[in-house]
């Protein structure tokens, strides 16, 4: 079993920034691939980004590409999510997930954390 705990949103203005943080528990974090989605009032919950257990590999939804940077400091067992140039459509509710493999699929990802919501005012 993996618990996550997301942290680090809030209320900002366009064009502002904000860092995600999901602490993580266990000694084998190294072992999952992450990723963050989010989830906007009446839609479906969306890929947002992901790494690889060792952070050598990323990937990202075109819609973030440039914007957002996924990173993890496996010796603190956390994950982040840096956002940068933020828009008013990234306002949502972020989750942190683990997996198996990297991938963009959230029916692959295992374990989930509540979530914390990010609101970006134009």
């Known amino acids: 079993q993996v618990q996550l705990v997301e942290s680090g949103g809030g209320l900002v203005q366009a064009g502002g920034s904000l860092r995600l943080s999901c602490a993580a528990s266990?000694?084998?974090?190294?072992?999952?691939?992450m990723g963050w989605f989010r989830q906007a009032p009446g839609k479906e919950r969306e890929f947002v980004a992901a790494?690889?257990?060792?952070?050598?590999?990323?990937i990202y939804a075109d819609s973030v590409k440039g914007r957002f940077t996924i990173s993890r400091d496996n010796a603190k067992n956390t994950l982040y999510l840096q956002m940068n140039s933020l828009k008013p459509e990234d306002t949502a509710v972020y989750y942190c997930?683990?997996?198996?493999?990297?991938?963009?699929?959230?029916?692959?990802?295992?374990?989930w954390g509540q979530g914390t919501q990010v609101t970006v005012s134009s």
């Open positions: 266990g000694r084998t974090f190294s072992r999952y691939a």
């Open positions: 790494i690889s257990g060792f952070g050598g590999t990323t």
């Open positions: 997930a683990a997996s198996t493999i990297v991938t963009k699929q959230r029916a692959v990802y295992d374990y």
